[in-house]
């Protein structure tokens, strides 16, 4: 018995099999969905196409979120395919790589703007596109950072983007409530992923997250996969809007720990 037999999910944002996206479609396996595949942009196929096939997935498709065509084609797709669907999970972000340098005040209107609409408007759009094809029962999951709460000084433009994604979880919560539908975030701890990796000084980072989190120590994709499991099963049914920390208690410190007496 699987926390998620007989779901279907359809998963955007695995770009190679360090990708929270992936810790979060082999554990939906795991569990018993069938799950489906939407990747960023032609070159990922070579990357996707045999992660999706060794879990025995036959829906790979394109999608750029930045295009609202791009959206629609890919959930007439999924149409085609699986009918309706349980479970869409939204695991992309993007800001310019000059945005994500440099002070916070220099961020460029195209800078905020191109971060807002690949990170933010996308779960709106893609949302909407699914809805039709939605079950009752069905769960909407985002991913998020602590930078949408507190200051991480390097995570910049992404750090209010993320702020205005946790408002859309709940706003879209809202929405979607009377139609059965929750939506819910993950604020996950610091993973070394693609989207993570040639962010200066990252490793440290880690380093001293481990010492100072309750839990000492660093969360892994399968940490995430396993509570994003959770909040796309019935286990959860009375839980939307929410967004959970898999931090190991990392955002409840205030004042750091000292040694002296
Ligand atoms: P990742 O690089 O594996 O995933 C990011 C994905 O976004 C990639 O698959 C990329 O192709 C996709 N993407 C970017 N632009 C796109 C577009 N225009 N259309 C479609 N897809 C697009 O890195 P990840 O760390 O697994 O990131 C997944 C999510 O987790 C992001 O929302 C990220 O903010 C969030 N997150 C990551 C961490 C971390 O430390 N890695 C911590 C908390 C939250
Ligand atoms: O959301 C993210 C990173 C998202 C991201 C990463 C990149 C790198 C390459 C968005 N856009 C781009 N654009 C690029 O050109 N994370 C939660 C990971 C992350 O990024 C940080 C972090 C953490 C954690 C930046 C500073 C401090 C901590």
Redesign the pocket.
């Known amino acids: 018995m699987g926390m998620l037999d007989g779901k279907t999910a359809l998963i955007?944002?695995?770009?190679?099999d360090?990708?929270?996206?992936w810790g979060i479609a082999e554990a939906f396996q795991r569990e018993g969905a069938t799950v489906g595949f939407?990747?960023?942009?032609e070159n990922?196929e070579k990357r996707v196409r045999p992660l999706a096939e060794s879990l025995g997935s036959d829906f790979i498709e394109e999608?750029?979120?930045?295009s609202d065509e791009a959206i629609e084609k890919v959930m007439a797709k999924a149409k085609a395919r699986y009918g309706t669907i349980d479970i869409l999970i939204?695991?992309?972000?993007?800001a310019s790589r000059e945005d994500l340098m440099g002070r916070f005040v220099d961020t460029s209107r195209a800078g905020f703007l191109l971060a807002h609409d690949?990170?933010v408007y996308?779960l709106i759009g893609l949302t909407r596109a699914a809805l039709p094809i939605m079950n009752k029962g069905g769960s909407v999951l985002?991913?998020?950072?602590y930078g949408a709460e507190k200051v991480v000084p390097k995570y910049r433009v992404?750090g209010v983007a993320?702020a205005a994604l946790e408002a859309t979880v709940k706003y879209l919560a809202n929405d979607l409530g009377p139609d059965g539908i929750r939506v819910n975030a993950v604020?996950?701890?610091?993973?070394?992923?693609?989207?993570?990796s040639g962010i200066g000084g990252f490793r440290t980072y880690q380093k001293a997250f481990a010492e100072m989190a309750p839990l000492r120590m660093n969360v892994t994709?399968e940490d995430v996969a396993n509570t994003a499991a959770f909040l796309c099963s019935d286990l959860s049914r009375a839980t939307t809007g929410e967004i959970v920390h898999v931090d190991a208690g990392y955002n409840i410190l205030g004042v750091p720990e000292t040694d002296e007496e």
């Open positions: 955007f944002g695995v770009a190679n360090h990708s929270i996206a939407s990747y960023a942009g990922l999608c750029d979120v930045a939204h695991s992309v972000a993007f690949i990170s996308s985002a991913l998020t950072y992404m993320k604020s996950a701890g610091p993973i070394r992923t693609l989207a993570a994709k």
